[in-house]
C-alpha cells in the first residue's frame, strides 16, 4: 500500500490566521505534540517574517527529532539564508522556496513574465541546494496558473535539484475534479516528474480543502498539507484531523496508508485552539464538541445495541476519552502532573508549583473541571515565562 506523508503547516500557514500570534515556548508544545502524532514534516515557520519566527524555527529545528522541519522562503537569496540558519540544527532540514507562478499574480504582484518567473525559480533551488538536498518548491497560485507554464517551470526546477513540487491552490478556488486533473496532467506532461515527489497545499475558500486534497491523492499526490482545525489564512487549511482519519476510515476505498498515531488528534487540536484562542465550531468533523455526540432518541438507542450503528469512527480512535479525566479540589500533584503530560505541555518545577497553586484555587471555585479549564491554566504558565 503506497504511504502518503502529512507535512503539518500549523506553525506557518496556520500562525497566518488572523489575530494569531504564537510564542517560541508555544510553538515548541505545538511541535513535540506533532511530533507525538508522529506527522512527516513540521512547517515550523518562515524565519524572515520576524525574529519571533526565526527563534522559534531555530528552538524547534534544534529540539524536535525524529520528523523533518521545514522554513519557508521566497526564491530570493535573503530568505533562503536566513531559512537554512533558522533550520540547519534540524535532524532532517527542508528548505521550501516558492513563486508566484498565475498570470493574475506574475502580472500584479511580481510583475514579472514567465520567462523572469522560471529563471529565479531555478536560482532559488540552486541556492537552496548548497544547504541541503532536501528543497521543495512551491509555484503560488498554483491551481490558477497555465498548465503549461508549469510543466515547463517543474521540469527545470525538477533538474535544478527540488525533490517535492507542492502545488498550492492558494485562493481555495480549486473544485475536486478540477484540481484531480491538474495532478493527473502533471504526472503525465513533467517528463522527469519521478525524480520527485508530488505535494498539495489547498485553502478552504469554498470549503473544498479536504475534497481537493483528497481528489489529489487519488490522482498520484503523495504528500498533503495540513494545518490542525483547520486554521490558516483566510477560511483556513485543510484539516490534519480530517485527511487523516478520512484516509484511516476509508482505507477500503483509498488504498493509501498513513502512519500517524490518530489518539494523539484530540489532545492536539485542543492544544492548537486554546494557544491560538481559535475555537472549534460545534459541528466540526472528528475534533467538533458534537462529533460523536447523539441527540436523537433513535441514534441514542441504536448506539447503545451497537456502537457502528451511527458511528463510523471509534472515538477512543482519536484519543478521546473524557470520563477517565477527573479532576477536582481534592485531586493531588500526581493526577495533575499526569494530566500536563499527557496533554503534552512540559513545565519546569516552579511553573508547575504556580500551576497548583492557580489549580486548587479554581478547583474550590468551581464544582467539576473540565480539560479545557486546566489547559487553560497551563497556558497561563507557559505564556508568563515570555511575559
Ligand atoms: O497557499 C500558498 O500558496 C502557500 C504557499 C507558500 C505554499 O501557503
Ligand atoms: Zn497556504
Not at 504564537?22 to 520576524?50: N, W
Not at 536566513?82 to 498565475?102: D, Y
Not at 504526472?187 to 475534497?211: R, Y
Request: hydrophobic share 40%; aromatic share 6%.
Amino acid at each position: 500500500m503506497k504511504r502518503i506523508k502529512i507535512f503539518d503547516t500549523t506553525l506557518r500557514d496556520g500562525e497566518q490566521s488572523p489575530g494569531v500570534n504564537l510564542i517560541t515556548e508555544e510553538k515548541l508544545a505545538i511541535a513535540k505534540q506533532l511530533a507525538r502524532l508522529k506527522v512527516d514534516v513540521i512547517e515550523a515557520g518562515f524565519p524572515i517574517a520576524s525574529p519571533g519566527d526565526f527563534a522559534a524555527v531555530k528552538a524547534i529545528a534544534e529540539v524536535v527529532r525524529d520528523v523533518e522541519i521545514a522554513g519557508l522562503a521566497r526564491s530570493n537569496q535573503k530568505d533562503i539564508d536566513r531559512a537554512w540558519e533558522a533550520l540547519k540544527g534540524a535532524e532532517n532540514p527542508r528548505l521550501h522556496v516558492f513563486i508566484a507562478t498565475s498570470p493574475i499574480h506574475m502580472k500584479y504582484k511580481l510583475k514579472m513574465t514567465e520567462d523572469e518567473v522560471l529563471e529565479r525559480a531555478v536560482f532559488a533551488v540552486k541556492h537552496a541546494r548548497q544547504y541541503t538536498s532536501n528543497i521543495e518548491f512551491s509555484p503560488e497560485d498554483g491551481s490558477r496558473s497555465k498548465s503549461e507554464f508549469l510543466y515547463r517551470l517543474f521540469k527545470e526546477v525538477i533538474k535544478a535539484g527540488a525533490t517535492v513540487l507542492n502545488i498550492p491552490d492558494t485562493v481555495g478556488y480549486a473544485t475536486p475534479g478540477e484540481f484531480g486533473n491538474l495532478i493527473k496532467g502533471i504526472k503525465e506532461n513533467v517528463s522527469n516528474i519521478n525524480q520527485a515527489e508530488i505535494s498539495v497545499h489547498c485553502h478552504n475558500d469554498l470549503g473544498l480543502a479536504v475534497a481537493n486534497s483528497l481528489a489529489a491523492l487519488e490522482n498520484g499526490a503523495e504528500q498533503v498539507e495540513v494545518a490542525v482545525n483547520g486554521i490558516g489564512e483566510r477560511a483556513g487549511n485543510t484539516a490534519l484531523e480530517e485527511i487523516v482519519m478520512a484516509l484511516a476510515t476509508r482505507k477500503d476505498y483509498y488504498n493509501l496508508a498513513v502512519n500517524q498515531d490518530t489518539t494523539q488528534i484530540m489532545r492536539l487540536s485542543r492544544m492548537v485552539a486554546n494557544l491560538t484562542g481559535m475555537d472549534i465550531q460545534a459541528n466540526k468533523a472528528i475534533v467538533g464538541k458534537n462529533a460523536f455526540a447523539h441527540e436523537a432518541g433513535i441514534h441514542q438507542d441504536g448506539v447503545i445495541k451497537e456502537r457502528t450503528t451511527y458511528e463510523i469512527m471509534d472515538a477512543k480512535s482519536i484519543g478521546l476519552n473524557e470520563n477517565s479525566l477527573v479532576l477536582g479540589k481534592h485531586s493531588g500533584r500526581h493526577a495533575l502532573r499526569d494530566f500536563v503530560e499527557k496533554s503534552g505541555y512540559e513545565l519546569s518545577e516552579e511553573k508547575f508549583e504556580d500551576l497548583f497553586r492557580e489549580f486548587k484555587k479554581l478547583a474550590d471555585k468551581k464544582k467539576k473541571l473540565k480539560p479545557m479549564d486546566i489547559e487553560a491554566l497551563i497556558n497561563n504558565e507557559i505564556y508568563a515565562i515570555d511575559t
